[in-house]
């Protein structure tokens, strides 16, 4: 199996923040931003009328401006002016203040942190001076604990032995008092899930306050409770800000600082609009692409789901400006699928292995002893390799195509070693499956394709990491592919050869129940995001925007797996309907 398998003071047009507001609070009851929809705007083909992900491509969506064009200026305008007060509020709340964090965690989880960069790494950088010198003398644990998940989000180490202050034992905080004190606890569990191998005493304040706030929830107020469940369900750094946009709890912004919010929430919505627009014209790019190349015709049995494809792209490369590498990523990931369909599906074991060694040698001449339809996928393969590296080559003057043929020989390989498991009956332990596994769950293609096409610090060394599947790739893999493998659906129904972690642990441990062999499978995800956690922590070979897309992919791999009883992924289709389908209203001219 593979990839596949929140009262608001009025802003008038003409005010300019003079001054910063006195406090922010950090024990009030949240602010549930909560964006509205609007009536849906897709039409059918796109998402289904039950909601769930089309097989078919869409054939009827056209992107449609939802603004007249003599409004459009307006619109801009509006929005420059408003983006404008957001930076000058930031200017005023200062780089070394608690608000300056709150700040910065607003409009992360608001997804608009692209357009604050700058800012953000400015109030940063003094915060990091603040803990380099301060951190064992710093007294308010919920400031310490956010601006360790600040700045370790950002790639920063900080010491995880800073919350040793505020520990009794067994990660119990002394000085808590748990119905005052929920938020404290909820940013030492976000905190929580940014530890590394070796961090025990963090893992232990994670389990503790994620314990204290599950008993203290049936005693809260509503909103309160709300925001708890959101928390321990979708941690900031294991989910993904966009998709969660539409429903964040900013319960730092009280009293003064209410018109604060307000600011954000229009921006947000502003924004959260124009990059749908642009979602939208991509998928319709990516969607007239996989058309023309006419593999739905050519080959019946594979998948035809561009959307889902493009939703991989859309989750990893969150920044507005990868537009062209969006659409770009989305044509590999849909021959992940399809290759995937030819070894899992269709293609007998002779057939598999002709293959493998054709691709191995990249021989166009050997072709024609393929079956057709391997024929016909091979080149489309070769097709889609040489077009991207020749985009990348001129746009970055660097050739990456036997980088790019190495990895589709790796991913054919590790097919064909699963392939050879399931027509042999042989039994391969866990780890030895785990290992090929990793292989074949197609992160190392994806990942490959989006280092060259971003043209970030192409050197010999770092093209030598990428070609050797760097942990960075590795580790988002093995989330993948043992994710996947706790699903109890198989993949989109597919009759397939696959085996599963799950499955060979019980049998290599003969005695061992499904529920030990799931515990393993969580404590390894558990271990893979620690090692992903430090590969993003600086110095890193890798871009910030190389590095964030190999998170973002992993923080994407519930939603791809998380199937139902009806082998439906019913998460998935929601944002899905959400993201692209749905916009948001907004005030005044907007």
């Not at 953000?120 to 710093?138: A, D, V």
């Not at 040793?164 to 929920?182: H, L, M, Q, T």
């Not at 009280?254 to 939208?280: C, S």
């Amino acid at each position: 199996m593979a990839f596949s398998s929140s009262s608001r003071a009025k802003l008038s047009a003409t005010s300019h923040i003079s001054k910063a507001p006195d406090k922010i609070s950090k024990t009030s009851r949240p602010n549930l931003i909560e964006f509205t929809p609007s009536p849906t705007v897709y039409q059918k083909g796109c998402i289904t009328s039950d909601n769930t992900v089309a097989s078919s491509p869409l054939k009827h969506f056209t992107h449609t401006t939802r603004y007249p064009s003599f409004f459009e200026h307006d619109i801009q305008v509006e929005h420059s002016r408003k983006l404008k007060d957001l930076k000058h509020i930031f200017s005023l709340v200062g780089g070394t203040s608690f608000e300056g964090l709150v700040m910065i965690d607003a409009v992360q989880r608001l997804g608009i942190e692209y357009l604050l960069k700058d800012e953000i790494e400015e109030i940063l950088q003094r915060q990091y001076i603040i803990s380099s010198t301060c951190g064992g003398h710093l007294h308010d644990l919920q400031e310490v604990a956010l601006r360790f998940r600040l700045l370790r989000q950002e790639g920063y180490y900080v010491p995880a032995d800073m919350f040793n202050n505020f520990r009794i034992k067994e990660g119990r905080f002394s000085r808590i008092n748990v119905s005052e004190d929920i938020w404290r606890l909820m940013e030492v569990y976000e905190a929580s899930q940014l530890s590394i191998a070796g961090e025990e005493g963090l893992d232990e304040a994670g389990h503790f306050s994620a314990k204290m706030l599950n008993e203290c929830m049936t005693h809260l107020d509503h909103y309160q409770a709300l925001a708890i469940g959101n928390t321990l369900r979708h941690p900031y750094h294991k989910s993904l800000p966009r998709f969660m946009a539409k429903h964040v709890f900013l319960g730092n912004f009280q009293g003064e600082r209410r018109w604060m919010l307000h600011v954000l929430k229009e921006i947000a919505k502003k924004d959260f609009n124009m990059v749908q627009a642009l979602h939208q014209k991509e998928i319709v790019q990516v969607t007239k692409w996989w058309k023309d190349l006419g593999l739905t015709k050519k080959l019946p049995f594979a998948r035809d789901q561009p959307l889902k494809w493009y939703i991989w792209s859309m989750a990893c490369l969150t920044d507005p400006s990868l537009s062209e590498q969006r659409v770009e990523l989305t044509k590999p990931i849909s021959l992940i699928y399809i290759i995937d369909d030819i070894f899992d599906v269709y293609g007998t074991l002779d057939e598999l292995i002709l293959f493998t060694e054709t691709i191995t040698r990249w021989d166009l001449a050997a072709m024609g002893q393929l079956p057709e339809y391997m024929e016909i996928c091979f080149k489309a393969l070769d097709d889609i390799t040489n077009e991207i590296s020749y985009k990348v080559y001129k746009k970055h003057g660097y050739n990456p195509v036997q980088s790019l043929r190495n990895a589709w020989t790796s991913l054919c390989k590790a097919f064909l070693v699963e392939a050879k498991w399931f027509a042999s009956g042989h039994m391969p332990e866990a780890e030895e499956y785990l290992r090929n596994g990793i292989e074949s769950s197609g992160v190392h293609v994806a990942l490959a394709h989006f280092f060259f096409l971003l043209g970030h610090g192409i050197t010999k060394e770092t093209v030598e990491l990428i070609d050797g599947n760097p942990a960075i790739i590795s580790s988002t893999a093995t989330i993948l592919r043992l994710w996947d493998d706790l699903g109890s659906a198989k993949d989109e129904n597919q009759d397939g050869k696959d085996g599963s972690y799950i499955h060979y642990y019980m049998k290599e441990h003969r005695y061992s129940a499904a529920e030990e062999a799931q515990k393993s499978a969580i404590n390894k995800i558990s271990d893979a995001w620690k090692r992903l956690n430090k590969e993003c922590l600086c110095p890193n070979p890798f871009s910030a925007s190389f590095t964030r897309a190999s998170l973002n992919l992993a923080r994407m791999v519930p939603l791809m797996y998380s199937y139902d009883d009806n082998q439906r992924l019913p998460s998935l289709e929601h944002y899905i309907k959400s993201l692209l389908f749905e916009s948001v209203p907004t005030e005044g001219v907007y």
